[in-house]
Structures are given as C-alpha cells and as structure tokens.
C-alpha cells in the first residue's frame, strides 16, 4: 500500500518505519524542517531503541522517504495517517487544533478518494469533526473516508509494540475503507477489532485511563502498607497473581508522568464533563498520582532536614527507561522542586540529557557524565527512572563516592535487604526503609 504520515514524531516516525518493514511504501511528512533535514542525512532525531536500524533498511530499501510536505505525502499516497499532537490546554481540554489545521489542508489537496486515518489520541467525536472539515474545504469534491485507529505503542519497547500488535483497532463507517486498513494491518498479524469511529476514540482514552487507574491504585496501596508496616511488592505480587486484576502496572513509584496519560487522563475527565457524565473516579486518580511526588519529597525532606546547599545525585530525567522523551516527567518536577529548596543538584540520565539541558526549570542543575560521576560527593542519591543501567551499577562504588551513603528510591529498583547489607540507609515506596545492618 502507499501510505503517508502526516507528524513524524515518536508515534508517526516509528509507525511510518514499522509500516515499510512490512513492505508498504511509506512518506513521513513533518512541519518541522529541521526534523525533516535530520531524516534525510540519514540520522534519527529521537532515540527509540531499534528504529534507527529499522529507518536505515527501509531507506535503503525505498520503501521510507520523508517530506516537507503534505502535498507530496497526500499526492503519492491511498491512505493518510494523521499523527500530529493532541496537548493538553490548561482546562484539560484537548487542543486539537494541529489535528483541524491538517485535515484542512488535506481537504484542500484531495482530487481523488483518500483514506485519511487519525492516529492522533483525540477526544471521542473528533472524527465527525475532522469528516466536516474536510467536506467544508474539499475544492474538488473528492471523495473520502474517515477512520480513527488509535495507537497503543509504548515509548522505549516502541518498534516491538508495532511489529507485535495486541490488538488493531480500526473505527470506521464505510467497508471500503474498512476493507484498506485492513490490508495495511494484515502483515502484521494481529487482531482487529472493527467499531464505530466514536467506539474506537473511547477505547484509547478508556485504555490509558484505566493503566492510570492502576497506578494509583498500587501507589495509593504504597501509602497504607507504609503506615502498617507491609510490603507493597508482596502485596502486588498477591493480587497480580489473579488474572482478573495482572500484576503488570502494579509497580509502587513516584507517580505517572510522560506525554500521554497526563493529558489524556485530564482530557478523558474533560469531554466527560462535556457530555454530562462526570468521570469524578479519574480525578482521584490525578489527585493521587500528584500527591505521590509530594510524599517523595516530604520524605527526602524530613529525612535530610534541610535541602539548602545538600549535595543530591538524581539518577533519571525520562519519563520512562529506553527513552530519551522527557515531556511531563516526573523526575524532571522532582529536580525543580529540590533546586527550588537550594538544593546543588547533580543529574545523570543515560538518554534523556540533551532535552533535559533545554528545560529552564532545571537550568542551574549540573549534569554528570555518568551515573557514578553524579554520585561523587553526595549526601543522598535519587532514582526517579527505573534504567537497567543504575539496576546494574556496581553498588559498592557507588557507596564509596558518596559522602554519606542516603538513597531514596522512587522506583523501587533494589531490595531494601541488599542495600541495607551494602551498607545504605535506603528509601523506596511502600515497603519501608533500611538502616545499614
Ligand atoms: N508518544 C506516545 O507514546 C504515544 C502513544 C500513543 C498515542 N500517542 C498520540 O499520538 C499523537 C502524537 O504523539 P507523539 O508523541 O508522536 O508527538 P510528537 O510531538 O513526538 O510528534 C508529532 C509530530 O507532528 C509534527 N507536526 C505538528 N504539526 C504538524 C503539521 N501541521 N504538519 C506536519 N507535521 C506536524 C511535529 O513537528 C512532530 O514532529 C498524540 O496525539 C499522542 O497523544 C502518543
């Protein structure tokens, strides 16, 4: 199939690789020239583990190109995805206005039928508003179809997300365009799943709320096993071992953060709002995922005493391990907060330095060039992203550079046994804290 991708950025650029792997012929399109030039060198602007491999085969291949332009993309193409940025607005509404400004311009290129298949994550009913604004600025009366297949891939296991798909979900009105998106998904082996194009907008901000849910549900679990003495990984293991509930995103830390489920989260309470069915369930959701990274920092706080001029390491700036994506990460407020006490902060993030150096909230921290260049003469550590590289390290090393060997573990990445047997006085969530043995 010809496909192009309108937004090439963490989910547009992999999707498009992902794509042409399979065989497809794709054109990723961006509005960013400067993104567009790093392509076309051969380079890949974000780090996403295995794509850079992946955009070099099929380059090579001429199955991938990438473009300036929509025309060029919407011209060679049967089928037009859209994945551009759905951010959040300070109401929590979505601010689908890169979404209208795109289907605008399609509308105004199109002279025979298209697919055009919004990837972005939008509030349910954006599809009929992306239909209207097409059929408003349709100059040639070309004909088309509107298809909302939401996107499920997980920054840093991204490529393998798209290889392996759980599910496809595919929302649309018209069989024929039922009938291509399901060519394009066929390679990839998958269940599909065809709803309504409302349906399959639901199931995204459905999805990623429910994963918040889960989260909060451990971290809320952390609080009351901290007051009474249990252990929240036992307690998770206990009920993760019911396939009803799963253990997986049953991981005690400091909270959510990243590019999605903040705002999809908000914007889910938002368009519930709008139509009349309040979901109050998922703003205890946000009021616990906030309270998390609070309760980190009275912790830090009441156990250093004072953070003015304490020398304090912080291992994690990513929202995530296996990224370099930094949008909404918690380890990032983490580090504003502490420099804001007069903490000297000293960061290492295997991934994440380059934007981190861009963030103005953190500008007056200093940036090591490795984990254990960041621990030299610190009187406590943190770990607000869960690496394999700092689950790794040699602790040892790590205790002897140290002035006082203090860790507060936000993501509970080391047995509070261990640590206390190496010698550290060691913080994590919910499962209480160690003293050197
Ligand atoms: N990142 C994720 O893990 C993830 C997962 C599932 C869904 N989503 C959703 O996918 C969408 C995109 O997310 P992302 O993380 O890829 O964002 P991103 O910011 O990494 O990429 C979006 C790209 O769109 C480009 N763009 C903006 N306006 C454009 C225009 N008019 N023409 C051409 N290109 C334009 C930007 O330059 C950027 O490169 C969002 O709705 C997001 O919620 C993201």
């Not at 024929?176 to 394009?184: G, N, Q, T, Y």
Request: hydrophobic share 45%; aromatic share 8%.
């Amino acid at each position: 199939m010809d496909i192009s991708i309108i937004g090439s950025g963490y989910v547009g650029l992999v999707t498009g690789a992902c794509f042409a792997d399979v065989g497809h012929n794709v054109i990723c399109v961006d509005n960013d020239a400067r993104k567009i030039e790093i392509l076309q060198a051969g380079r890949v602007p974000i780090y996403e583990p295995g794509l850079e491999e992946i955009i070099h085969r099929n380059v090579s291949a001429h199955r991938l190109r990438f473009s300036g332009s929509i025309r060029e993309g919407v011209e060679n193409s049967q089928i037009v995805f859209i994945a551009v940025p759905t951010p959040q607005q300070p109401n929590g509404d979505v601010d689908l206005s890169f979404i209208e400004k795109v289907s605008r311009e399609i509308a105004g290129i199109l002279t025979d039928y298209r697919v055009i298949v919004d990837k972005s994550t939008v509030p349910v009913k954006t599809g009929e508003r992306v239909a209207e604004s097409i059929k408003r600025y349709n100059r040639h009366g070309a004909k088309f179809d509107v298809v909302s297949t939401p996107e499920f891939l997980r920054e840093g296991c991204a490529v393998g997300d798209l290889m392996h798909p759980e599910r496809i979900v595919i929302g649309a009105q018209s069989e024929h365009a039922i009938d291509l998106m399901k060519k394009v998904y066929e390679p990839f082996m998958a269940p599909i799943l065809v709803t309504d194009i409302n349906s399959a907008e639901l199931i995204k901000h459905a999805a990623n709320s429910f994963l918040a849910l889960k989260i909060s549900y451990v971290n809320a679990l952390a609080g009351i096993c901290e007051a009474s003495g249990a252990d929240v990984e036992k307690v998770a293991d206990g009920i993760g071992m019911d396939r009803r509930i799963g253990r997986e995103f049953l991981n005690a830390g400091i909270g959510y953060g990243g590019s999605c489920f903040p705002k999809d989260v908000a914007a889910f309470i938002a368009i519930s709002e709008q139509l009349g069915v309040p979901f109050s369930l998922l703003k205890e959701v946000q009021r616990i995922n906030a309270s998390q990274k609070d309760r980190f920092l009275k912790l830090i706080r009441e156990t250093l005493w004072v953070l003015r001029e304490k020398k304090i390491a912080v291992w994690g700036l990513t929202f995530k391990p296996d990224t370099d994506d930094i949008r909404s990460s918690v380890a990032i407020d983490l580090v504003a907060d502490m420099l804001r006490e007069g903490a000297q902060v000293t960061v290492y993030d295997p991934k994440g330095m380059d934007k981190a150096r861009e963030v103005k909230a953190i500008a007056a921290t200093n940036f090591a060039g490795s984990a254990v260049e960041a621990v030299i003469g610190a009187e406590a550590l943190v770990i607000a992203t869960e690496w394999s590289e700092f689950a790794n390290i040699d602790l040892s090393v790590v205790k002897e550079k140290m002035t006082t060997p203090i860790i507060f573990d936000g993501r509970n990445l080391f047995n509070p046994e261990t640590m206390g047997q190496l010698g550290f006085h060691y913080y994590s969530i919910g499962r209480g804290s160690v003293t050197p043995h």
